[in-house]
């Protein structure tokens, strides 16, 4: 009788190889090995393939001198002083502006069509939803292409260009803006608009708190708009206007002086910013759709107006839906801005993956780092993204 | 006082009416064109403004591009000087003539006129495959899966490039191009994708450490950067790190780029699926004796795969229009033909480029408007049958 119940107690003989447990490593192995196979042969091909085609490896080419120009440059940068890490800098920030700039616009642009799709005006809601429809359904290259081949190159040239009143020029050489140049006494409005943002802080905290411990609220916008705005353009007037223009002139072949924005940057900008905006209108629909009615609902009940309930109670809800994928988007347009490469705009593909590659035929370490880069802007993005998810999940039981 | 005689009582008073009265017609301001007229465009002084300046901007838009592409379009012409103001003296719109010239271009690319019409067999043969997969009442749709998955690909192969031994001269990939490229381009994706995507996905979601680690690392770094790079990584990586007899054609490096982007994308849709699943289905199959791969390929998948299907078809859309993008690294799909044509000065004038442009959009517009219209459609029968 023990005997027996021993036995059964003692788990089933099971032949090895059946045994999940080993299975599973040695599928793992097996897997493992195939990898570090295939690692192994392309790095002994690629060693054999650039001994022979006498390319360099290794990242010496960092320090040595670039030779190109950069049409846009946001730092200093000159085809006979500057290295190749210079380029790869100017490159990325050219990435950075499109993308910080295309961020902004896609986002204005996005939210006013994502709430005109589900406005109670039948019309705002088709011309919105066809916006959606169409942008979303062509590639964005083809959009590139048609804002620079089409329209912006298709203006006149610099001879002929179109004059815009407060001495801006309009060519197919691009957009000539007046600059801002300021004369002394600017920093005293500089000094204020700074002690204006710590203010409207303070007292942004101070009104909060009162309201915690009194109920009572304060006008914060009125005092915020107040503080930003109104105390540095009194400081502006009150120094009798330190700030003067650098108009462009308008030469026979040339036009100098003033802020150029290149056609290229334009038309990446607008097709940026007009194709993740459709992306963007869905987004917000979704989230605000998310919402329940009864939420608003319940508000009202409560007694709060229409603009209180919007504020404190829908859209709260609404951008805890909207966030994380609006944060995809804004990823998408930063990786999408490398489409800049067909375009001509100087972006870190164009100069780095395009100029610098072609010169030194450094493929792997070359391709490597412009991978890194985006992959680090992604992972960054996306760890602040699981931080803000967990703080603003729903505090379930 | 009995129930009876109160009733009589009441039947009685002559001021009580014995019949319904007829409703009313609502008042003619709220019914018809003109009630929705009011509901719908006019309801505050807010949308009264808003109204009229979409009213003006559709007046001032619409016109605009019906002048442009039909009233003043060039409809027959043999050269630029038909589509240019200062020779035709009058507006001109979209120019036509360079299309019909060049439409075959835009077909074919540079693939040899006698050989095109294995293009068109190729073409036909993925249009019944598509059909087939895509009709849900087909008959046989399992023959289907494996025409489309299996047939059709080895047989569009030796179509395509050729075959000497048959009877069919080889052609060089050099020569493909336009919409021939796209669809071979977008058709690889779509094949390659959604197998390589379920291993990838199963493989995230493995109990064993190095499986799931590698496919995250995979997944997470093609995601993570833009399908450019990839490309970019696929044409010039590539060619060192295989022996050099073996390194292969611009085309096919551009398909094994598309092909990676498009798996790690597929992954996380099929993942998204899997996860939809609830954790019964699983224990249910363990239970009844399956062994994994029965699990999946008899219980999990079917589940879970039919679920994603409107996000399936949404991955193919982006992958679609994604196909532009092999434009980049030099290679003639529909776009690239366009903008050949384009500059071509035989057609050069001010309209060609929008003409062109024109063109690729009805064509990207068409094939992307018709799939995300059928993955609505599933998702509205998926809701349905969820319903029950």
């Known amino acids: 009788m023990s005997s027996e119940l021993s036995a059964r107690a003692r788990p089933a003989q099971v032949v090895f190889y059946n045994d999940p447990k080993f299975r599973s490593i040695a599928y793992q192995l097996v897997l493992c090995a195939m990898v570090a196979f295939l690692v192994y042969g392309a790095a002994s091909n690629a060693i054999d393939n650039l001994a022979r085609s006498h390319i360099a490896s290794g990242f010496g080419f960092w320090?040595?001198?670039?030779?190109?120009?950069?049409?846009?440059?946001?730092?200093?940068?000159?085809?006979?002083?500057?290295?190749?890490?210079?380029?790869?800098?100017?490159?990325?920030?050219?990435?950075?502006?499109?993308?910080?700039?295309?961020?902004?616009?896609?986002?204005?642009?996005?939210?006013?069509?994502?709430?005109?799709?589900?406005?109670?005006?039948?019309?705002?809601?088709?011309?919105?939803?066809?916006?959606?429809?169409?942008?979303?359904?062509?590639?964005?290259?083809?959009?590139?292409?048609?804002?620079?081949?089409?329209?912006?190159?298709?203006?006149?040239?610099?001879?002929?260009?179109?004059?815009?009143?407060?001495?801006?020029?309009?060519?197919?050489?691009?957009?000539?803006?007046?600059?801002?140049?300021?004369?002394?006494?600017?920093?005293?409005?500089?000094?204020?608009?700074?002690?204006?943002?710590?203010?409207?802080?303070?007292?942004y905290v101070w009104a909060r708190k009162r309201q915690e411990r009194t109920g009572q609220q304060a006008p914060v916008l009125w005092v915020t708009l107040a503080l930003l705005i109104g105390l540095p353009l009194a400081v502006f007037v009150l120094t009798g206007f330190p700030l003067g223009f650098e108009f462009p002139q308008a030469g026979r072949f040339n036009i100098t002086g003033g802020v150029e924005v290149l056609p290229e940057f334009a038309a990446l900008l607008f097709g940026l910013s007009i194709y993740t905006a459709a992306f963007i209108a869905e987004v917000v629909r979704a989230g605000i759709l998310a919402v329940s009615r009864g939420q608003s609902e319940a508000a009202y009940s409560l007694g709060l107006r229409p603009g209180p309930t919007l504020r404190?109670?829908?859209?709260?809800?609404?951008?805890?839906?909207?966030?994380?994928?609006?944060?995809?988007?804004?990823?998408?347009?930063?990786?999408?801005?490398?489409?800049?490469?067909?375009?001509?705009?100087?972006?870190?593909?164009?100069?780095?993956?395009?100029?610098?590659?072609?010169?030194?035929?450094?493929?792997?370490?070359?391709?490597?780092?412009?991978?890194?880069v985006y992959l680090v802007i992604s992972l960054a993005t996306s760890l602040l993204m699981n931080i803000y998810n967990s703080r603003m999940a729903l505090a379930e039981r | 006082?009995?129930?009876?005689?109160?009733?009589?009582?009441?039947?009685?008073?002559?001021?009580?009416?014995?019949?319904?009265?007829?409703?009313?017609?609502?008042?003619?301001?709220?019914?018809?064109?003109?009630?929705?007229?009011?509901?719908?465009?006019?309801?505050?002084?807010?949308?009264?403004?808003?109204?009229?300046?979409?009213?003006?901007?559709?007046?001032?838009?619409?016109?605009?591009?019906?002048?442009?592409?039909?009233?003043?379009?060039?409809?027959?012409?043999?050269?630029?000087?038909?589509?240019?103001?200062?020779?035709?003296?009058?507006?001109?719109?979209?120019?036509?003539?360079?299309?019909?010239?060049?439409?075959?271009?835009?077909?074919?690319?540079?693939?040899?006129?006698?050989?095109?019409?294995?293009?068109?067999?190729?073409?036909?043969?993925?249009?019944?495959?598509?059909?087939?997969?895509?009709?849900?009442?087909?008959?046989?749709?399992?023959?289907?899966?494996?025409?489309f998955f299996v047939i059709l690909p080895i047989a569009s192969f030796i179509l395509l490039t050729g075959w000497a031994a048959i009877g069919l001269q080889p052609v060089d990939t050099v020569l493909w191009g336009g919409v021939l490229v796209t669809i071979v381009v977008a058709s690889v994706g779509i094949v390659v994708s959604l197998p390589i995507g379920i291993l990838l996905a199963l493989g995230r979601r493995s109990h064993m450490p190095a499986v799931r680690t590698l496919s995250v690392i995979f997944i997470e770094f093609v995601r993570g950067v833009p399908l450019v790079t990839v490309l970019f990584m696929a044409g010039v990586m590539l060619p060192l790190f295989v022996p050099e007899q073996l390194s292969p054609d611009k085309l096919v490096r551009a398909l094994i780029g598309i092909a990676i982007f498009a798996s790690a994308y597929m992954a996380e849709v099929v993942r998204a699926g899997l996860q939809a699943i609830p954790k019964g289905q699983y224990e249910g199959a363990m239970a009844v004796g399956l062994r994994?791969?029965?699990?999946?390929?008899?219980?999990?998948?079917?589940?879970?795969?039919?679920?994603?299907?409107?996000?399936?078809?949404?991955?193919?859309?982006?992958?679609?229009?994604?196909?532009?993008?092999?434009?980049?690294?030099?290679?003639?799909?529909?776009?690239?033909?366009?903008?050949?044509?384009?500059?071509?000065?035989?057609?050069?004038?001010?309209?060609?480029?929008?003409?062109?442009?024109?063109?690729?959009?009805?064509?990207?517009?068409?094939?992307?408007?018709?799939?995300?219209?059928?993955?609505?459609?599933?998702?509205?029968?998926?809701?349905?049958?969820?319903?029950?």
């Not at chain 1, 500057?82 to 790869?88: I, K, L, M, Q």
């Not at chain 1, 500089?190 to 007292?203: K, Q, R, S």
């Not at chain 2, 019909?100 to 249009?127: K, N, T």
């Open chain 1, 63 to 203: 320090n040595s001198t670039a030779g190109f120009d950069i049409s846009q440059t946001l730092i200093e940068y000159s085809p006979r002083g500057s290295t190749y890490g210079r380029a790869f800098w100017v490159g990325l920030l050219n990435t950075l502006l499109v993308a910080g700039l295309g961020i902004v616009f896609a986002t204005i642009l996005g939210f006013i069509v994502g709430i005109s799709r589900l406005s109670r005006n039948w019309l705002l809601a088709k011309v919105a939803g066809g916006y959606v429809e169409t942008i979303r359904n062509l590639p964005l290259l083809l959009q590139l292409l048609f804002w620079y081949n089409a329209v912006l190159k298709a203006l006149p040239d610099i001879r002929e260009s179109i004059a815009i009143p407060g001495g801006a020029f309009l060519n197919n050489r691009g957009f000539f803006l007046p600059l801002p140049v300021s004369k002394s006494g600017f920093g005293a409005v500089e000094i204020a608009l700074l002690a204006g943002i710590v203010a409207a802080i303070a007292f």
């Open chain 1, 312 to 372: 404190l109670v829908v859209i709260p809800q609404a951008m805890r839906v909207i966030i994380p994928p609006l944060t995809s988007q804004y990823l998408n347009l930063t990786k999408n801005s490398s489409l800049a490469v067909a375009i001509g705009y100087p972006d870190l593909v164009q100069v780095f993956t395009g100029t610098v590659l072609n010169q030194t035929g450094q493929a792997v370490e070359v391709v490597a780092i412009t991978m890194l």
């Open chain 2, 1 to 147: 006082m009995t129930m009876a005689e109160g009733d009589l009582a009441v039947a009685e008073l002559a001021f009580v009416r014995r019949t319904n009265i007829a409703p009313r017609p609502p008042p003619a301001a709220m019914t018809g064109a003109v009630g929705w007229l009011r509901e719908n465009l006019l309801s505050t002084p807010f949308n009264v403004g808003l109204t009229i300046v979409i009213v003006l901007l559709l007046a001032w838009a619409v016109p605009e591009l019906v002048k442009f592409l039909l009233i003043d379009a060039v409809w027959s012409g043999t050269d630029r000087d038909a589509c240019l103001e200062s020779v035709q003296h009058r507006e001109i719109g979209a120019c036509w003539p360079f299309v019909w010239e060049r439409l075959p271009y835009f077909i074919y690319g540079s693939y040899p006129i006698p050989q095109r019409w294995r293009v068109d067999v190729f073409l036909a043969m993925l249009a019944i495959g598509v059909v087939w997969l895509l009709w849900l009442n087909a008959p046989r749709r399992d023959l289907g899966a494996i025409y």
């Open chain 2, 292 to 388: 994994y791969w029965q699990m999946m390929r008899l219980i999990i998948l079917p589940q879970a795969l039919k679920v994603t299907i409107p996000n399936i078809v949404n991955t193919y859309i982006g992958l679609f229009k994604d196909t532009t993008l092999v434009f980049i690294v030099g290679i003639f799909d529909l776009l690239r033909t366009i903008e050949v044509a384009r500059i071509d000065p035989k057609w050069a004038t001010p309209v060609t480029s929008t003409t062109g442009y024109a063109v690729a959009a009805i064509f990207y517009l068409v094939f992307c408007y018709g799939m995300s219209r059928y993955a609505r459609a599933m998702e509205a029968r998926l809701a349905k049958s969820d319903r029950r």
